[in-house]
């Protein structure tokens, strides 16, 4: 009898509790902790910020910080890499103040601002066997499933991809709105053929053409490029390109245009400068720099992805 009482006063105390809290007048203050340090793909610690409770009533803000990061290096998991890819790149936008704790907004739509998303795709993967570039290639396609279905992905679509190949020559291979599907885009990257040999500075010449042309307003329409969308470059490379500081130019030049630029650097053969890509990702590195072993570990990830 004394315990059902006692339940009963703790219930009834609760719920006044409760009520006193949101009863639409009391300011109610941010409630926020901080994650643990995590190791992002860029081998670096970060944490996030954690919103337990939103403020209300003119209750005190969170914090304008919503992660920071320590120049301490880590070697993250596969798993971990694959987490931020799916967080940072595929689902949640990089540039957003999501939280952990808070759920995922998928990038389309962006939470009701943007809809639309331009990605400009750069492969460079001249300095690998052609056994490695067609694991690339053929994760490349796995990629672009990853990005939006059949129905989402395409010319005048949410998503719309164009890829330059910066191998033994800048080629084009397919603009903005070049296609219009899903299996029309994969089928475009198979047409990817390896030339071997170092790139010779062409991934300068590729960053310079994604500046001047596809992303730039006037021509850029003609590729495609929509002026409401969300502008995003990802240079996938394998080493360190004749004109390191070139290309950091051109990628400083082309995050002050507003877009967004991702990293995955595969060290395929070991002579990836990882300091020269964190420069060229756009900040921060661990929503932006992935570094990758080699291609048989992308396709691993990408293979977590979809299972």
Not at 22 to 44: A, H, M, Q, R, V
Not at 269 to 274: F, L, R
């Amino acid at each position: 009898m004394f315990m059902c009482l006692t339940l009963a006063v703790s219930l009834l105390y609760l719920t006044a509790t409760q009520a006193w809290l949101y009863d639409g007048t009391t300011p109610i203050d941010c409630l926020e902790t901080w994650s643990d340090w995590e190791c992002g793909p860029n081998f670096k610690e970060f944490r996030r910020a954690i919103i337990h409770r939103p403020p209300s009533v003119d209750g005190a803000p969170c914090s304008s910080t919503t992660y920071e990061t320590r120049d301490i290096s880590c070697v993250p998991t596969i798993g971990e890499i694959r987490q931020a890819m799916e967080r940072y790149f595929l689902t949640n936008n990089a540039g957003s103040n999501t939280r952990a704790g808070e759920e995922a907004k998928p990038r389309s739509p962006r939470s009701g601002l943007v809809t639309n998303r331009d990605l400009l795709i750069i492969f460079d993967m001249s300095e690998s066997s052609s056994n490695a570039f067609d694991i690339v290639k053929n994760a490349t396609t796995e990629l672009l499933s990853l990005l939006g279905p059949e129905g989402q992905i395409g010319s005048g679509m949410q998503t719309q991809v164009a890829l330059l190949a910066a191998t033994s020559s800048v080629n084009l291979h397919f603009v903005f709105n070049g296609h219009n599907s899903l299996a029309d885009l994969q089928a475009a990257v198979q047409y990817l053929g390896y030339t071997g040999g170092a790139n010779l500075g062409n991934e300068v010449r590729a960053m310079e053409v994604a500046r001047i042309q596809m992303f730039s307003t006037n021509p850029g329409k003609w590729y495609g490029l929509r002026p409401d969308s969300r502008k995003e470059l990802l240079l996938i490379t394998d080493g360190q390109p004749t004109g390191a500081s070139e290309v950091e130019s051109e990628a400083q030049q082309l995050k002050n245009m507003g877009v967004e630029v991702f990293a995955f650097g595969i060290n395929e053969n070991g002579d990836i400068d990882y300091d020269h890509l964190e420069r060229v990702a756009s900040s921060p590195g661990f929503m932006h720099d992935f570094r990758i072993t080699d291609a048989n570990e992308l396709t691993e990830i990408l293979g977590q992805m979809r299972h």
